[in-house]
């Protein structure tokens, strides 16, 4: 933002909404890329798990570099993660398999 010297209020307002469209479009892009099982094409390291913006990057350049069909409609539907990714197997054994408790407090009135 510093390195392109604009000046004007309304052209980095224009600048800064193109890019969290183009962030919501290729992040769109990623999650739609693991939903139809494509993730492997893009993403080596399917396990520790890249994010969706890159997922999503990665298929945008792929796509134009292979000739295959870019994504047109994207949309998210949930605030739910179909694939998360993990650092690693030991962190996410660690994770996974901890034991949490919930703390319920009931408090019954006698009259």
Do not use: C
């Not at 392109?4 to 600048?15: D, E, G, P």
């Not at 990057?57 to 994504?71: F, R, Y």
């Not at 047109?72 to 996974?96: C, I, L």
């Amino acid at each position: 933002m510093h390195k392109s010297k604009i000046r004007s209020v309304s052209a980095l307002s224009r600048l800064w909404f193109i890019l969290a469209v183009a962030t919501l479009y290729v992040t769109a892009v990623g999650v739609e890329v693991v939903k139809t099982g494509k993730r492997r094409w893009v993403d080596t390291h399917w396990f520790r798990g890249n994010s969706y913006f890159r997922i999503g990057w990665e298929w945008v350049k792929s796509a134009l570099a292979n000739g295959w069909k870019l994504i047109h409609q994207v949309r998210f539907t949930s605030n739910y993660d179909p694939d998360p990714a993990m650092a690693s197997r030991k962190q996410h054994q660690k994770r996974y398999y901890r034991l949490e408790f919930k703390v319920k407090t009931y408090d019954y009135a006698f009259h």
